[in-house]
């Protein structure tokens, strides 16, 4: 059974900085793809950042890009999602995701396994 475990989220101010932890049990996260997305009261999941099984690639959506970065620990099998100059805009449930395919996708539907969430607010 695949289980996938956040933490890491909680209140920050405007340009503050956090880093989310997704532990995987089940599985080796290092043989396939992970991604996070997030989801803010009244809108649908978004998608924020993916990286490959073999870690080399990564994708990241325009609202994120060269502030939040995806990475993964194959020994701790737990992927982190750093986010820094957080805005009050990056509030959202930020969840973590488990594909079981090794190539990123942006896409919620490719991914097989998602964790429960975890809440990051970001203060004006």
């Known amino acids: 059974q695949v289980q996938l475990v956040e933490s890491g989220g909680g209140l920050v101010q405007h340009g503050g900085s956090l880093r989310l932890s997704c532990a995987a049990s089940g599985r080796t996260v290092s043989n396939y793809a992970s991604g996070w997305f997030r989801q803010a009261p009244g809108k649908e999941r978004a998608f924020v950042a993916t990286?490959?099984?073999?870690?080399?690639?990564?994708y990241y959506a325009d609202s994120v890009k060269g502030r939040f970065t995806i990475s993964r620990d194959n020994a701790k099998n737990t992927v982190y999602l750093q986010m820094n100059s957080l805005k009050p805009e990056d509030t959202a449930v930020y969840y973590c995701a488990a594909s079981d395919r090794r190539g990123i996708s942006t896409k919620a539907s490719m991914y097989a396994y998602w964790g429960q969430g975890t809440q990051v607010t970001v203060s004006s």
């Open positions: 990286l490959d099984w073999s870690g080399a690639n990564t």
